[in-house]
């Protein structure tokens, strides 16, 4: 076959295992995926050690696309397990249910109570919000933003809201943060939603085994049975290009590899140098506990600046295939702004993570059996006032086509990763701002 025919496909996550193998499926091309780190997954990845297993955060399944829908059953098949969410916040001290609800804002402490019931009873979507800080404190009210986000964000971002775009909002938080259902827009609706609380329940979909790796690993061994390639610790460092074309890729090593088309998504930064546009990074502490805990939610949020994970999870409550029998774990994440001396040494934190957990009650320091930190790059795009600018400046050679998180620097779910995946094995395009059709969380 000639190599005119190749694909290049830059990236083994959910967006290139995708359309991978979908290429591979189609048939009538030679189809290599390039991939640096020395297994596929990407952010969708599951670490294992000494019998537990740890996803990089809680990672689940939940669209209401139909097509991604269908992609899962069939890569998935008898695999799949549908579980209710249990989500939650701590705030004050005490965990609330998450989404935030009337209810459990009632169980707030009272000088945060009152102020912050009312706001919810005055917001409105007035004028066009600046920034993020802006639009939270216009939806959700001055309390809310003080008591909470304004806290967290910093915290997770090493920015101030006001610094950060309406899309931040958009991206995270719109879709999840107030019950819609129970959101009061009287003062009756209030009483009653505060009478008769209604938890809404839904449920996502997790692999029966194998932790959220299982997904990309299936996706990976349908690409090489049907005879595409996938490299594994090759690092991609830059286009090549002939006459405003692609015509490849350079590695690492140096060495090149020639392709028709190159489907990327590394990081877009990767693909044009110089471009001002930032990621957040994560490490991930993956905690083993000797004995069971009685966490029950799969997902808490920390906005405390004082302590020191913006969110744990909770593996064995999406499966018990997670942790050894009579075992339990926890993943506490932290995430690292650019230039933030953590990255460098994750160790240093362990001692403060072992006080905060007892602090919260999530685990005592006896219960511990390791610590064991993972480095995540370029987990979340960060969106600053300017970011749309920057990205609309980039202007791709013919035959290069973005998908993906960091690719396309879109804040997507797996779900939206999977889609613009099919999307491009069928030669459509990546549909801009997915999050703003679909439910998700990051
Ligand atoms: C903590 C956390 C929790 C999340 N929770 C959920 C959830 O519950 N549900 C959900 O749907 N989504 C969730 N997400 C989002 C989800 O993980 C991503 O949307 C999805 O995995 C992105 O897949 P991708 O293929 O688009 O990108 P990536 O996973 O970023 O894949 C890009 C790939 O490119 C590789 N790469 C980078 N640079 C190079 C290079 N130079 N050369 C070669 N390869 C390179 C990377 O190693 C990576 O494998 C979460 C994300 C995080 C960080």
């Known amino acids: 076959m000639a190599i005119a025919e190749r694909k290049i496909v830059v990236g083994a996550g959910v967006a290139g295992l995708t359309l991978a193998e979908r290429l591979c499926a189609g048939g009538g091309c030679e189809v290599t995926v390039l991939e640096g780190e020395d297994s596929p997954g990407g952010l969708a990845r599951t670490f294992t050690r000494e019998g537990f297993s740890f996803d990089i955060g809680p990672h689940r399944f939940h669209t209401s696309d139909t097509a991604v829908q269908s992609y899962l059953l069939e890569i998935l098949g008898s695999e799949i397990t549908a579980i209710p969410r249990a989500s939650s916040v701590y705030i004050a001290g005490r965990y609330q249910d998450w989404p935030l609800s009337l209810g459990g804002v009632t169980k707030l402490p009272f000088s945060m109570l009152l102020p912050s019931a009312f706001d919810l009873l005055r917001v409105g979507t007035r004028g066009t919000p600046a920034s993020f800080a802006d639009h939270i404190i216009a939806r959700y009210g001055r309390n809310l933003y003080r008591h909470f986000f304004r806290g967290y964000t910093r915290k997770f971002t090493g920015l101030d809201g006001s610094e950060l775009h309406t899309d931040w909002a958009a991206a995270g938080v719109d879709r999840a943060v107030i019950d819609r259902k129970v959101k ?5 609706s209030l009483a009653r939603s505060l009478v008769f609380p209604s938890p809404v329940t839904t449920s ?6 194998g932790g959220i790796q299982r997904f990309p690993d299936l996706l990976a061994e349908r690409i090489e049975a049907s005879g595409g390639t996938i490299r594994l610790s090759t690092r991609v460092e830059g286009l090549l290009e ?5 015509r490849g890729v350079r590695l690492s090593d140096g060495s090149e590899v020639e392709g028709s088309e190159v489907f990327w998504s590394a990081p877009v930064t990767e693909a044009f140098p110089g471009l001002e546009l930032h990621f957040i990074d994560t490490i991930v502490y993956n905690v083993a506990l000797r004995a ?7 997902w808490c949020y920390f906005g405390e600046p004082g302590i020191c994970f913006s969110r744990l999870s909770i593996p064995r409550n999406f499966s018990e295939a997670m942790v050894p029998r009579g075992a339990d774990s926890l993943v506490a994440e932290v995430t690292c702004p650019p230039g933030d001396p953590l990255w460098d040494s994750p160790s240093s934190m362990i001692q403060r993570l072992m006080e905060d957990l007892g602090r919260v009650g999530a685990a005592a320091p006896e219960d511990i059996l390791f610590i064991s930190p993972e480095k995540v790059r370029r987990s979340y795009p960060v969106y600053t006032l300017d970011y749309k600018e920057r990205l609309a400046a980039i202007r791709p050679p013919a035959g290069l086509r973005l998908l993906g998180r960091c690719g396309t620097f879109w804040y997507n779910n797996m779900d939206h990763s999977i889609s613009q995946g099919l999307a491009m094995a069928s030669g459509g395009d990546v549909p801009r701002e997915f999050w703003k059709t679909s439910v998700g969380t990051r």
């Not at 009061?184 to 009756?188: G, K, N, R, V, Y």
């Not at 002939?242 to 692609?246: H, I, K, R, S």
């Not at 069971?292 to 799969?298: E, G, L, V």
């Open 184 to 188: 009061a827009d009287s003062l009756l």
């Open 204 to 209: 996502f979909i997790y692999p029966e085994r």
């Open 242 to 246: 002939d006459g405003g074309a692609v």
């Open 292 to 298: 069971r805990t009685d966490n029950a939610y799969q």
